[in-house]
């Protein structure tokens, strides 16, 4: 008589990292399974880089905060006048002129691209301005840095539009419980993760009354670490994982696969990267938004790489002192980014804008297993169609409503 075998479960894992579960995953699989002692054919067993850095020693070796002077805020407030009547999608550098700040700024892009990956530009007079003002002072220095206008939501009230900038603030009190199913829109510790896009720019307009720290990593020095102490895991993040394809409305194909982790150039060929693309909910779920249970599950080695991401990431971080007008600059292609949990009054409430963006001039290479995301990230998006949102609202891709459609 046949026995009937059923679907792989899915591990022990939430979107809550636990460390004594990932010790003690880690020491089942050393003890049971015969892993790879070697890593992928042609993959770097050391990566050398300003890209390669911990939270530790940075602060020896580099200064991330760029203060704005008295006469570039005077440049900002003039183009702000110059830029104002206009519709919002047409901001770019030649409405919002910099002239003497606009040096600076592409050296940041220069710095995101090729430097440490990440910039804080200090000094933004929010409380000067109104929600729209301050929205276009954002959208206008950032399109010094990165030019191109990233595609955050395919819709607003109801109709056709290209979305590009996101609030990323508490709606827990505000919203549906069954809506939510991203911890940006929550208090919630949001655990290290990567966007879409190639640099994400995030702008306080205030910060939380109490907790709420933003944390980076280098995806670089993770890679390091796991290619001299588990070469298993880098074939792991290598090879293909079954992503949640009805988060993206997509009943037809409700799983995708691709890697996590994605190796460029060679050791005699320049430049040389890796690249590691994942968000944690996006295998174990959050709140409205669960992982379907009509998909592959992940394997116990796929749900070790993922905590050991996350904890290696954490070991390495380095903690950034984000005052409200501050602008974060962060290259999505190398940095990890997380966010302590916080607590809010209704006299101080954490309140960020976000945009993705790209630079043409200093653009990475997309790896091919990403195309697609990018295109619906970047491609299409036109000056006419782009929406600025004054309030907060929950992305189509995170509202457990809508069954997180969208991008």
């Not at 979305?163 to 991203?182: E, M």
């Not at 306080?204 to 895991?233: F, H």
């Amino acid at each position: 008589m046949a026995t009937a075998v059923g679907r792989p479960r899915q591990p022990d894992i939430q979107y809550a990292p636990d460390v004594d579960k990932w010790r003690a995953r880690t020491e089942a699989r050393l003890r049971n399974e015969q892993l790879e002692s070697s890593l992928p054919p042609g993959y770097p067993h050391r990566l050398e880089s300003d890209l390669v850095w911990e939270g530790e020693t940075l602060k020896e070796s580099y200064d991330w905060v760029y203060e704005l002077k008295e006469d570039e805020l005077d440049e900002i407030e003039k183009a702000l006048s110059h830029f104002k009547c206009k519709p919002l999608g047409g901001i770019d550098q030649s409405t919002f002129p910099l002239p003497t700040l606009h040096k600076a700024l592409r050296d940041i892009s220069g710095e995101l691209h090729n430097g440490h990956g990440f910039k804080v530009l200090r000094g933004l007079p929010v409380d000067r301005h109104t929600r729209e003002e301050n929205i276009i002072i954002y959208a206008g220095v950032s399109s010094h840095i990165a030019p191109i206008r990233g595609r955050q939501d395919n819709s607003f009230k109801g109709a056709p539009a290209d979305v590009v900038l996101n609030h990323i603030k508490d709606l827990s009190t505000t919203a549906d419980k069954d809506r939510i199913g991203a911890p940006a829109y929550t208090t919630d510790k949001q655990v290290f993760h990567t966007d879409a896009g190639d640099i994400v720019a995030l702008f306080a307009l205030s910060t939380a009354a109490e907790g709420g720290q933003s944390k980076l990593a280098s995806s670089w020095r993770v890679y390091n670490e796991l290619a001299a102490t588990r070469p298993d895991l880098i074939w792991t993040l290598s090879q293909p994982w079954p992503f949640d394809g009805t988060r993206f409305g997509n009943p037809e194909h409700p799983y995708h696969l691709r890697p996590l982790l994605f190796y460029q150039g060679s050791p005699t060929a320049e430049p040389e990267r890796i690249i590691i693309q994942y968000a944690r909910r996006s295998f174990t779920g959050f709140q409205a938004l669960p992982r379907s249970r009509d998909i592959p599950s992940i394997t116990e080695a796929q749900a070790e790489a993922l905590d050991a991401l996350h904890f290696l990431a954490e070991r390495f971080s380095v903690a950034l002192d984000f005052r409200k007008g501050d602008v974060q600059y962060v290259n999505n292609l190398s940095i990890f980014h997380a966010r302590d949990g916080f607590t809010d009054t209704p006299e101080q409430q954490r309140h960020l804008l976000r945009l993705w963006l790209r630079d043409p001039e200093n653009a990475w290479k997309t790896p091919e297993g990403l195309e697609g995301r990018w295109k619906n990230v970047y491609d299409g998006v036109k000056a006419e169609n782009q929406v600025f949102p004054l309030e907060p609202s929950i992305r189509s891709a995170s509202d457990g409503q809508k069954k997180g459609s969208g991008y």
